[in-house]
């Protein structure tokens, strides 16, 4: 270890910095990978390990609620008496020491972020810990340890059998992590693969006003002129064009009344058998499409009065009607999965804004954002914007204001103008924000190349997270014994059980919580009353910020932790999904267009060499939200938007990572 801990430092002499508008990763050049990664034929005595007494772990979020050290000024008192102060470990993670007898010392900086802690551990050749890991920063873990900087635990898997149990029973996994020369650097944080992740939601009274009864629609004086042509010519008549149509003879301008006979009108005469208007888009039986869904949207916009009033009391004056919003503008790229719904179109691979790779039915993998079927939703999507019919200052980074809580949860606060009708977001979460607010089924959509037939499809499921933990070779033998201790038994089944649900305190010792035939471990009285306190209700919160749960690190979380402080509309919208099968992404799924991509993909030094002469990076996003929200610095057109891709070398790009991620899958 003393020998490879020289060759190391003398490497760092010949450190270069290799550039990526991707990744900014620190790679040692002056060392060759044999000779770091040499290795030797060695009998391990799995009884006779030597193991350190304690181990030093940086593990960085950027938020020093959320590392594994109590940093709260109210103090915690457990069950059993005792108190956690500012300064301590979490309860979980005192647990985690006394159960595995070692010693867990925490040397974050308490508020740094992952990406920045990971490179400037790299210019101490990650002495200082033996344990790094945070969020984002897979592909960087990756990097540094098929340079010699982390452990392949590969090789150690005779040290964790519950780990190696996990692999073995998710070959997917596998090879979603695994870097360019075969190695597994890091364990990932998982999360609850194969459950739906965000979903649309609405509020449930809106939808019953203002389309199954005039009891209490009012008077309405706003007006809107229509720039949405409409997509789909599934039905006889398009019920955007109708809309259309009765504006123009209107002097190009739609009303709430016009925009509203015409909906209803068109939903009886397509779909005779429904009891009411509203049942098109609520319920197990929805059917309705993109079109139609914009339709129902400009009802609502026009419907100030109505809805302020519904929700209020009485009738705001200057109040306003957003359609569609999401919870925060660093969310903005939720909006874009609307494109799904204009022909099944793909957006992302992975549930990550950063994931644009996607694999099509042949499957190869494509860029998302240079795809002619994604760029027509764009140009959908700018229509709908321009109609108002869409939080206007959804897409403005610098408002760090959580829209969620402001066009839900402030209906009757005096002098609140501003109601929300539909978003995109988690479950629990959303239907917890507002009492009416339901899950509702996706609009139906054909996917090109899969099928004709119009199902409901999610693309945003939960998957492998680009998060994790490593343990640096620079540790000495005994540390690194220790190390694979602690990451083992986050896989079993108490470990797996404290990472999601605290210490056992927290749950009840007699009963359960069961979904869908599985049993969880039900939280107890005392955790949620302290949630209560704390966090306002927020379960989640307070396990991440009190008892330092739910850390993104090594781990399988389950989604029985979720379900169960869920609001009845939240089990209603589970419900709803599960029991329509709503299609989604997976990493089993037999049509390779339909397949998760991995979280991030492991580039050599070669890539990122070729990477560095290329010019794509996040000005795409910024260049897709100018246009769309028709910013006086946007590009003219999307043939422009795509032409500026091609200039900037997305051939080149595209190639680059179709190279990467066939090394990672291959056999």
Known sequence: MKKFLKLVLSSLMLISMVGCSNSDLDVATGQKEEEINEETETTVDLDNLDYSESLKINLAQGNNSRTITYQQATPLELPDGSVVSQGDLKPTWQYFQDQIGIELDDVTVQDQKATEMIDLAAATVFTDANIYGGNGIAEKLMSYGANGYFVNLLDYLDQMPNFKAYLDENPNIVKSITAYDGGVYFAPYVAEIDNYARILHGRETWFHALLDSTDSLLDETSTLTPVYDGYWDRNTENVIALQNAAAEANGGELTRDLALTTLVDYINATYPDLENPSDLYLGSNAQYDMDELVALWRVAKLSPNTLSTLEAGSTVDGAIIYPYFVRKSKYREDFLRLITYFGGERVYGSDSYGAKFFLDENGELQYSYDQDNFLEGVDQLKDIFAEGLVHSEFADLSNSDDFRKTFYAKDEEEGHLQFGFMTDDWIASTTASNEDVVGVLPPVTTIEGYTDDFIHFVENTRVIKPDGWSISTSSTDAEINSALKLFDYMYTEEGHQAQIYSIPE??????????????????????????????????????????????????????????????????????????????????????????????????????????????????????????????????????????????????????????????????
């Open 506 to 667: 927290a749950v009840s010792s007699t009963e359960k919580f069961e979904s869908a035939g599985v049993e969880y471990p039900k939280f107890n009285d005392w955790l949620l009353e302290q949630a209560g306190i704390y966090k306002s209700g927020d379960v989640s919160s307070f396990l991440r910020d009190f008892m330092g749960s739910l850390i993104p690190l090594g781990y399988q979380k389950e989604i029985g932790f979720e379900k169960q402080y869920t609001t009845e509309n939240g089990e209603a919208a589970w419900d709803l999904y599960e029991g329509s099968n709503v299609l989604s992404t997976s990493y089993s799924a037999d049509s390779t267009l339909l397949q998760l991509v991995p979280p991030v993909f492991s580039l050599n030094e070669q890539d990122l060499a070729k990477l560095s002469t290329i010019a794509i990076g996040d000005t795409e996003v910024d260049d897709v939200f100018l246009y769309i929200t028709g910013s006086d610095n946007a590009l003219e057109s999307t043939d422009a938007i795509k032409q500026k891709l091609l200039d900037s070398g997305i051939e080149d790009y595209v190639q680059i990572y179709r190279t990467a991620y066939q090394r990672m899958t291959s056999e």
